[in-house]
């Protein structure tokens, strides 16, 4: 199983970024059961949670980002996103996608996202 994200780049603030996490190898099966989850790590500090889409569909997302991000999934792509509105040079970060499939956890490379002022 493979985790493939993409979608970062370069915005001003207030703009908007969609990123995606595709999962090439993985059972269709699987990923629908799956835990899916967005994290990001800022230059010199920790990696940190975004958001998480549950196995029981509950999705949550770190404070900073609530009514900002939306976290998302097309279980016909094996693909979860997350789309970033109302973007802040706080969070510039190399975003990371994870799937947890109840026995194995898989990481994407990640995918920078810079926000200028």
């Known amino acids: 199983v493979q985790l493939q994200a993409s979608g970062g780049g370069s915005v001003q603030a207030g703009g908007s970024l969609k990123l995606s996490c595709k999962a090439s190898?993985?059972?269709?099966?699987?990923?629908?059961?799956?835990?899916l989850g967005w994290y990001r790590q800022a230059p010199g500090k920790q990696r940190e949670f975004v958001a998480e889409?549950?196995?029981?569909?509950?999705?949550n997302y770190q404070t900073s980002v609530k009514g900002r991000f939306i976290i998302s999934k097309d279980n016909s792509r094996k693909t979860v996103y997350l789309t970033m509105n109302s973007l802040e040079p706080e969070d510039t970060a190399v975003y990371y996608c994870?799937?947890?499939?109840?026995?194995?956890?898989?990481w994407g490379q990640g995918t920078l996202v810079t926000v200028s002022s």
């Open positions: 889409l549950t196995t029981s569909g509950t999705i």
């Open positions: 994870n799937i947890e499939d109840g026995s194995r956890d898989y």
């Open positions: 190898g993985m059972i269709w099966s699987v990923f629908t059961a799956s835990r």
